[in-house]
């Protein structure tokens, strides 16, 4: 059964930093590709960061370009958001998300990863 558990948010002032991680069950996140997107109360989801899982490639959204790093770590089955310079508007719930191989619908797309399952979310308050 494919489960996906995120953490690592918490509470940090503009310009600081936080990790976050998720830990995948159920599935070798070196199959196709992960996302990783956020979502605030009123507003609509915004996906940040992809990975390519088998070749490594990885893509941002324009707002968080050269402030996050989305990486993963094969052997432990982890996906990892590495955030810097966190600005207010960062705050947000942090979702992992993956498409899920044994179902075939409600996709969302991010930069060619199509993915329909994550997490329980991870929150991240940035003051300023």
């Known amino acids: 059964q494919l489960q996906l558990v995120e953490s690592g948010g918490g509470s940090v002032q503009s310009g600081g930093s936080l990790r976050l991680s998720c830990v995948v069950s159920?599935?070798?996140?070196?199959?196709?590709?992960m996302v990783w997107f956020r979502q605030s109360p009123g507003k609509e989801r915004e996906a940040v960061a992809t990975i390519d899982t088998n070749r490594g490639d990885t893509a941002y959204a324009d707002s968080v370009e050269g402030r996050f790093t989305i990486s993963q770590d094969i052997a432990k089955n982890i996906l990892y958001l590495q955030m810097n310079s966190l600005k207010s508007e960062d705050t947000a719930m942090y979702y992992c998300?993956?498409?899920?191989?044994?179902?075939?619908?409600?996709?969302?797309?991010?930069?060619?990863?199509?993915?329909?399952?994550w997490g329980q979310g991870t929150q991240v308050t940035v003051s300023s």
């Open positions: 159920g599935y070798t996140i070196r199959r196709n590709c």
């Open positions: 998300a993956a498409p899920n191989p044994h179902s075939s619908g409600g996709f969302y797309y991010f930069k060619g990863c199509g993915y329909n399952f």
